[in-house]
């Protein structure tokens, strides 16, 4: 900050001092402007901090904030671009741990986000069911509740990484379609003995209230039954508007666009409904011609976050640092390599390690100058472990769009900037 | 008051008759245990039928109605070329017409000739989504002249055809048989 600036900082908060002495204590409720200005003021440890305010912010200083984008190979960014924005993506270089702020989770809608008033809002359930049966918000959040963290990955995050040609974007602009929560809510099986499933019922159509009216098909497994949840909460307090206010649905590990936002209605039948979000879209086009269908499960996928894309580093200490997650469980095991997966260390895996969540990797590395190409790679439960982009593409090819969950490589070049690269 | 509101006078009935119901040992459904926290109330038919929009492969939820390819021309030009193009094919929204054979070419071209298996999908999403700035805008026989107009943009339909709930869940999609169920994990 310029000393101008400060100066001038200085000088208003004396004047505001003067006037507060002045009028008394009465005027001590009065002050975000003196809050706004303390915070920048030299010494912090000179002058009275902010006041108590009813809903915090974050430090002016931080200014770490989502990136708007288009459809694959568009542009990133705000400003001009924004009408032509479908999505928004976490700065993942920027988060510590695991939990994404609900400022910061990412966003995909299909148009737009509705404003929805919760005392209006309803949830049908019908179909194959006993009985048909309506929900108002405060029902729901009468019942049995339960929280717990989860990733959310959009099936259509890191689709730039099927382009021949590897885009010169940072580690938010190729993978922030991934983000954790801590979701509380009603399990998705209270709601259906409430209502009563009957026999034949398979599959259940779930449908969001936007201007989309976003329909798909959930198969009712013993997984979904298990795992599924309505929920109304997003890291303590309600959902965010971009996340589905005041409810949606959560599929632990599935893929985004299934976990239904501004959820309104469950209809339970004996087949899938075959929408055209199952269809035309969140399909997997394969070599063949043919197409992966209800490819619903996000698959072990890591990531470098630091150092990563776009950034510059120096010579000396480095602590590498990611993130690893897997739609079918736990991760066991996450390695890196700084030498293009010639070779590999494990890294220390942050506590907690949850199911279906995104999870901490560190390693501490001392760059010497020379270049190095940083990867990492992740195991889950299953045993499954993450595959080289070689070897994914050979299976799928390049025309698949969803489901990228290849190993990033980045290379760390004698200037220090890091870049992304096919290695 | 919410239009999804019962009257207090019927929540008295239906509590009557479900009491009555219960203590008759008819009633096998909503037993205390089941209903044990007491929230929600049963949906009524007329709420249902207003919810119950989606439309399935096998055409369950068509409205009454028809369209025709002529008719859909006047309401694509209308309502849809300003996103998708003069004869869905220019954009800038998504492509809807050709592209059959490109599906394993290095650039594929999805369009609903070459790629959706169902077209009562059509149906069921144009209905509730479209016009992107009006959706749910469209009558049932505009939405199926549309359908119409773009069957027959992709050569599935004859010009002549008369497209409704009947026969709309007849159409051979091209690609129906383009899909195959996960197989992952596929990459080892």
């Not at chain 1, 975000?32 to 430090?59: C, F, I, N, Q, W």
């Not at chain 1, 593409?393 to 969803?402: A, D, I, L, M, Q």
Request: include cysteine.
């Amino acid at each position: 900050m310029n000393e101008e600036v400060q100066n001038m900082n200085r000088r208003t908060f004396l004047q505001q001092s003067v006037s507060l002495m002045a009028v008394g204590a009465a005027a001590l409720a009065v002050p975000p402007v003196h809050a706004e200005k303390s915070e920048t003021a030299m010494d912090p440890m000179r002058v009275p901090g902010a006041l108590p305010r009813p809903y915090g912010e974050r430090s002016p200083f931080e200014t770490q904030q989502r990136l708007g984008a288009g459809g694959p190979g568009s542009p990133h960014g705000w400003g001009a671009n924004a009408p032509n924005n479908i999505n928004s993506t976490t700065p993942l270089q920027d988060l510590h741990g695991i939990v994404t702020p609900s400022a910061l989770h990412f966003e995909r809608h299909h148009n737009g986000v509705p404003a929805i008033d919760p005392a209006r809002h309803r949830l049908l359930v019908h179909g194959l069911v006993d009985r048909p049966m309506i929900f108002t918000l405060g029902d729901l959040e009468r019942v049995p509740a339960v929280s717990r963290l989860a990733f959310l990955e959009c099936s259509g995050n890191s689709w730039d990484c099927w382009f021949d040609k590897a885009p010169d974007f940072s580690v938010q602009e190729l993978h922030g379609l991934t983000s954790t929560s801590e979701w509380t809510g009603v399990k998705l099986s209270t709601l259906l003995e409430t209502v009563g499933v009957q026999r034949g019922a398979s599959w259940m159509l779930a449908e969001g209230s936007d201007a989309a009216g976003l329909d798909r098909s959930v198969p009712l497994t013993n997984e979904v039954s298990n795992e599924a949840m309505i929920c109304y909460g997003q890291n303590g307090e309600a959902l965010r508007p971009e996340q589905g206010y005041p409810l949606r649905l959560l599929l632990p590990g599935f893929e985004g666009n299934i976990n239904v936002k501004w959820l309104r209605r469950l209809k339970l039948g004996n087949a899938p409904f075959m929408t055209r979000w199952e269809t035309a879209k969140y399909t997997d086009l394969m070599p063949d011609g043919k197409a992966y269908q209800f490819s619903l499960v996000m698959e072990a996928k890591s990531v470098i976050t630091s150092p990563s894309g776009r950034q510059q580093i120096h010579p000396g200490f480095h602590e590498i640092r990611g993130l690893a997650w897997s739609g079918r469980g736990r991760v066991t095991k996450a390695e890196v390599s700084v030498d293009g997966g010639r070779s590999w260390q494990l890294a220390h895996l942050q506590e907690p390690v949850l199911p279906r969540c995104h999870t901490r990797f560190r390693l501490p590395w001392r760059w010497n100058g020379q270049e190095a190409i940083l990867q990492s790679r992740c195991t889950d439960e299953t045993g499954y472990v993450q595959p080289t982009r070689q070897d994914l593409v050979k299976v799928r090819g390049t025309n698949s769009v969803y489901h990228y969950n290849a190993i990033q490589s980045w290379r760390v070049e004698r200037d220090g900037q890091v870049r992304n690269i096919y290695a | 008051m919410d239009k999804y509101g019962t009257s207090m006078h019927k929540r008295i009935i239906v509590v009557i008759v479900a009491l009555a119901m219960t203590l008759g040992g008819v009633w096998a459904g909503w037993t205390a245990e089941e209903s044990g926290y007491g929230v929600g109330r049963p949906a009524t038919d007329d709420e249902i039928r207003a919810w119950n929009m989606d439309v399935n492969s096998t055409g369950e939820g068509l409205p009454p109605g028809q369209g025709t390819v002529k008719h859909g021309a006047q309401v694509f030009a209308a309502k849809c070329a300003m996103c998708h193009g003069s004869t869905g094919t220019e954009g800038p929204k998504d492509r809807l017409v050709g592209g059959q054979n490109t599906l394993t070419t290095t650039k594929p071209i999805r369009t609903i000739g070459s790629y959706w298996p169902y077209a009562t999908t059509l149906y069921d999403y144009i209905h509730r989504a479209m016009p992107f700035i009006a959706p749910q805008s469209l009558t049932p026989d505009e939405t199926y002249s549309v359908i119409a107009w773009l069957l027959f943009q992709n050569q599935i339909i004859t010009e002549d055809a008369t497209i409704d709930a009947q026969t709309l869940p007849k159409v051979q999609m091209p690609n129906r048989n383009g899909f195959i169920p996960d197989p992952r994990p596929d990459v080892r």
